[in-house]
Each structure stands twice: as structure tokens, then as C-alpha cells.
């Protein structure tokens, strides 16, 4: 397995990193949709013999039981694996009836401090590889969350800081206050990216790509809708992760997502894999991608995303796929990509 460094910092990282929202049963918005204990725990152990050694999780997953699980699993491997968690959303804070206390989230000083000794509880660990923020908090001055995750970094309890789910805006302004306050910044922005969903791709992508962030891509499928197991004019399976979060199902259910995904099989049936593998490729061949988060409820369905690492996508194919997956990137990117490439 090949490992790419995470941006411009000295952590190296697996093409594919596994994705642990749904270890753990949960009772929240995840509820119906997660692995038992002992699946999860098979399909870590697969993760690893193949050769995927990062591990994305959050104190929110399955309310916590994801680190736990994960805490468990690192037992005499903690030195491999590279461990990559958030903070930001209270950690129970989905469970129906439960009313977070004003502590329990967001980006303030006594909130980050709670969470991460939280995690690390849980996680049975000493130091987290990556500590991430969840999202941004525009009710916390930047400085005062800065200052906070540099602390844990000079205390040896985080090793690199990472953000997700920000307005570009906010990413730069938080990249230039940590450069003037001479605190430890961003090294790294997760971001939901797939061929159906490329928004990210006006400002996000370009921002990483200038500022020298690696990029972590969450939902690469589309919540599953780039697996291919769904048919256009049929409801989506029972049990499915889309078939539970019907939202997300009428935003996908479009006459441009399906032309994509009949374009994806198009491209797999060449390469004789599958559409999933393909779609993953596409987003591995992107130069400023460090790696893909892949989630898998089964071993059959992390055998089915390891494929993607034996895919290689020509030119031609890339173009063709970024053309049927191309949105309307409204003013002023539509206007300045007609001079200059975007």
C-alpha cells in the first residue's frame, strides 16, 4: 500500500482511509444503518491486512461507541495506525430526548479541552494522529480555537490539526490567524466530494490546493449512490443507507446523477470492476486529493472498495467523467472558466 503525505505535513497517510461513522450501533441518526461490535471489529482487522492504516472517526459516531470500539481494537497496534477523530457536535447530542448542555459542543476552549480528553478515554490512547473540527463555529472568536487545539498539540495530546465542513472564507481566515498568532494551523480540510456532489470544487479544492492542505474526501459514493445498487425508478433497497435517509434520496433521485452513474458502469464494464471502484478512482486521480474515506458496514463491502487502488483511469476517462458530472457553477466561476482552466 502506497502512502501519500497528508499536504504539506510530515504525516503520511493510505490512499484509503477507513471510515468509522458506522461502527457501533447507534441510537441516533445513524440508528439501523451501523455494524455490530464484532462486524465492525472484522472488517477493521480486513482494513489493516490490506494494508489501510488511518482511521477516521468523531465523538459523535454511534454516540461514542465508535472510539470505543475503536479503543479495543488499537490494542497492540496503536504504533500502526494512524488516528484521526473530531470535535465540535456533542457526542450524544442525536440521541432522541437528549438536550446537549452548553458545554457539550462547539469550538470554545472548555468545550475542545472536554471533548479531546473525552476521546482519548475512549480511544484508550494517549495522543490522536489528526484532531479535527467538525465544522466551523462562527459564535467562537477563531483565536480562542486556535489557541485551544495549539495547546493540545504542545501538551503531546494531538499530533496535527485538521478542519471539515467550512466556508472558505472561514479556512483562510483561520490559516492567516494561526500564521500571525504563530499557533499550529490546519494541515488538512475533509471534504464531501464525489461526481455528484462537486461543490466543493468552487472554492474548497482550489483553497487547499493554494494554501497546500491535504484533502480528506467524506461520502465519496454519494452516500452509496455510486455503488451502483441502486436503479433509476425503483426505491432504493430496504436496509440501505439511502432507503433510511429519504432526504438525501430525493436530492440524489435526478436526472443528472443518473446520467452520471450510467456513465460510471460505462467505465467499469472496461475495466471489468465495479461501479464503486470507479468512482473512487476518479476521485484518486485528483492531484490534490491525500486520501478517500471509505465506509463499510461488511467485509464484502470494504473487498468491494479496495478494488478502486486497481483502477487506473486514462486522461480520456477522467475527462469523460468530469464532463457528464460538470454542475452549473453559477457567477463567477462559469465566467472565469471560460478564460482561464478552474
Not at 465492525?40 to 468523531?58: E, P, Q
Amino acid at each position: 500500500m502506497e502512502h501519500r503525505t497528508l499536504g504539506r505535513s510530515g504525516l503520511r497517510v493510505t490512499p484509503l482511509t477507513f471510515g468509522a461513522m458506522t461502527v457501533g450501533e447507534s441510537q441516533g441518526f445513524m440508528k439501523g444503518v451501523t455494524s455490530s461490535d464484532d462486524e465492525a471489529l472484522r472488517v477493521l482487522d480486513r482494513a489493516l491486512d490490506h494494508g489501510i492504516d488511518c482511521v477516521d472517526t468523531a465523538n459523535v459516531y454511534s454516540e461514542g461507541r465508535s472510539e470505543e470500539i475503536l479503543g479495543r481494537w488499537l490494542r497492540g497496534k496503536r504504533d500502526r495506525v494512524v488516528v484521526m477523530t473530531k470535535c465540535r457536535f456533542p457526542t450524544l447530542g442525536m440521541v432522541p430526548g437528549h438536550k446537549p448542555g452548553p458545554h457539550e459542543h462547539g469550538l470554545s476552549r472548555k468545550a475542545i479541552l472536554a471533548a479531546c480528553e473525552q476521546s482519548l478515554a475512549r480511544l484508550q490512547t494517549d495522543y490522536i494522529d489528526l484532531y479535527q473540527v467538525h465544522m466551523q463555529d462562527r459564535q467562537v472568536p477563531i483565536e480562542e480555537t486556535l489557541r485551544a487545539l495549539d495547546d493540545l498539540v504542545r501538551a503531546g495530546k494531538v499530533r496535527y490539526l485538521g478542519c471539515s465542513n467550512y466556508a472558505a472564507y472561514r479556512l483562510v481566515e483561520s490559516l492567516w490567524t494561526a500564521d500571525r498568532s504563530h499557533l499550529s494551523g490546519y494541515v488538512s480540510l475533509q471534504l464531501q466530494w464525489s461526481l455528484v456532489v462537486r461543490d466543493a470544487e468552487r472554492e474548497l479544492v482550489p483553497a487547499s490546493r493554494a494554501f497546500g492542505l491535504g484533502t480528506l474526501v467524506w461520502s465519496p459514493l454519494a452516500r452509496g449512490f455510486l455503488s451502483g445498487k441502486y436503479v433509476r425508478g425503483q426505491p432504493p433497497p430496504t436496509g440501505s443507507r439511502l432507503g433510511s435517509w429519504l432526504d438525501s434520496w430525493r436530492q440524489l433521485d435526478q436526472d443528472r446523477a443518473w446520467r452520471v452513474l450510467d456513465q460510471v458502469r460505462q467505465v467499469a464494464e472496461r475495466h471489468q470492476t465495479t461501479p464503486a471502484a470507479v468512482a473512487l478512482a476518479w476521485l484518486l486521480g485528483k492531484p490534490e486529493v491525500s486520501s478517500v474515506i471509505v465506509g463499510a458496514r461488511t467485509v464484502a463491502q470494504l473487498d468491494d472498495n479496495l478494488r478502486a487502488l486497481e483502477v487506473r483511469l486514462s486522461a480520456e476517462e477522467m475527462t469523460e467523467l468530469d464532463q457528464v458530472s460538470a454542475p452549473d457553477w453559477g457567477y463567477p466561476y462559469s465566467f472565469i472558466a471560460l478564460r482561464e482552466p478552474w
